[in-house]
């Protein structure tokens, strides 16, 4: 049951500014063993506006992860689990982006998001697989002085998403809020195609 603090956050979503990113995105864990980190990352995942969260090869009866999820994302939001590896398939043309704290992984404040992406996070006590790391398009790391839980890394991932694929006004250079409106979109023109370019 849902405490009235969550109750409260759950009933001002109709009144947040969240802004609707084009492509789409996917988070998900692999060899997972804490359902409470898991539940956390699923209820931000549902916030940022995920299209889908997936386990794989979890280490915990997925079911646990209600206790932590109160917004019950799984009711929203498609959730896949895959026993193993192998049997893991991302969405045609989407790109698999690992987070792990490796040498020549790309700092996540210099990454460019794919418009439609799938991001993987490790186990709380290792590592992504050698085998899912090798099928990434991409690794990312978030530079800290240590590492920080599953649920943290993923609401700072999805946050650095939001922020860089949606539309907001400018950052003024001095401190405090914008002082500039988001300008209007512009809609490109009409684009015709011949019978030989389609």
Known sequence: MRNRTDATCLARVAYAS???????FGIGVENI????NVGNLFRSAH???????????PAIDVRALYKSDT???????PLYQYDTIDDFTPPHGCQLVGVELLDGAIDLPSFTHPKQAAYILGPERGSLSPELTARCDH?????????VNVGI????????????RSRHPPRPPSPGGPVEALPP????????????QA
Do not use: N, Q, W
């Not at 063993?33 to 409470?36: H, Q, R």
């Not at 690794?139 to 590492?147: D, G, L, N, P």
């Open 18 to 24: 969240f802004r609707a990113m084009r492509g789409y």
């Open 33 to 36: 063993s804490k359902p409470m």
């Open 47 to 57: 916030a940022f506006g995920a299209s889908f969260v997936f386990v794989i090869a």
């Open 71 to 77: 917004s019950a994302t799984a009711r929203h939001v």
């Open 139 to 147: 690794i990312v790391k978030i530079s800290t002085k240590f590492c």
């Open 153 to 164: 890394a993923g609401a700072i991932l999805m946050y650095d998403r939001m922020i860089s």
């Open 185 to 196: 979109h512009v809609h490109g023109g009409r684009i015709a195609r011949s019978k030989e």
